[in-house]
């Protein structure tokens, strides 16, 4: 393999450095210990520490809306009345047999949906 390599290395191909092997045969400096190249090694039962783990950014977490039991039918009711292609509905209020809620809308407004035991209707 070595030799193999040093020809390529003869007629000006390029090789990158990644593996010990070929660092060494192209001169690059290779890592001097197993850890320099790949790490501290694992412990069995060790926790990760907070460097090995990734942490997902606040970007990318979706935000949590308040939701009640008619969230479905409000979304859909938004849904069927053109409001947007996928709406989000948000509880803005809760009482005994209702919820309303609030539901944006693709043109910018925003419409108010009650719904009474199951029974939703946009409120004008």
Same mark, same amino acid.
């Given at each position: 393999?070595?030799?193999?390599?040093?020809?390529?290395?003869?007629?000006?191909?390029?090789?990158?450095?990644?593996?010990?092997?070929?660092?060494?045969?192209?001169?690059?400096?290779?890592?001097?210990?197993?850890?320099?190249? +790949?790490?501290?090694?694992?412990?069995?039962?060790?926790?990760?520490?907070?460097?090995?783990?990734?942490?997902?950014?606040?970007?990318?977490?979706?935000?949590?809306?308040?939701?009640?039991?008619?969230? +479905?039918?409000?979304?859909?009711?938004?849904?069927?009345?053109?409001?947007?292609?996928?709406?989000?509905?948000?509880?803005?209020?809760?009482?005994?047999?209702?919820?309303? +809620?609030?539901?944006?809308?693709?043109?910018?407004?925003?419409?108010?949906?009650?719904?009474?035991?199951?029974?939703?209707?946009?409120?004008?």
């Amino acid at each position: 393999m070595r030799k193999a390599i040093e020809q390529l290395l003869s007629r000006g191909i390029v090789i990158i450095c990644s593996f010990t092997s070929i660092a060494l045969v192209a001169g690059c400096a290779a890592p001097s210990t197993p850890e320099a190249e +790949y790490g501290p090694p694992a412990v069995a039962g060790a926790a990760p520490t907070q460097a090995q783990t990734q942490a997902v950014p606040a970007a990318y977490m979706p935000a949590s809306r308040p939701t009640g039991q008619d969230t +479905y039918n409000a979304e859909k009711l938004a849904k069927n009345r053109a409001c947007a292609a996928q709406p989000l509905a948000s509880l803005s209020a809760k009482g005994p047999g209702f919820e309303t +809620y609030s539901v944006p809308c693709s043109n910018g407004h925003s419409i108010a949906i009650r719904c009474e035991f199951g029974n939703c209707r946009v409120l004008q």
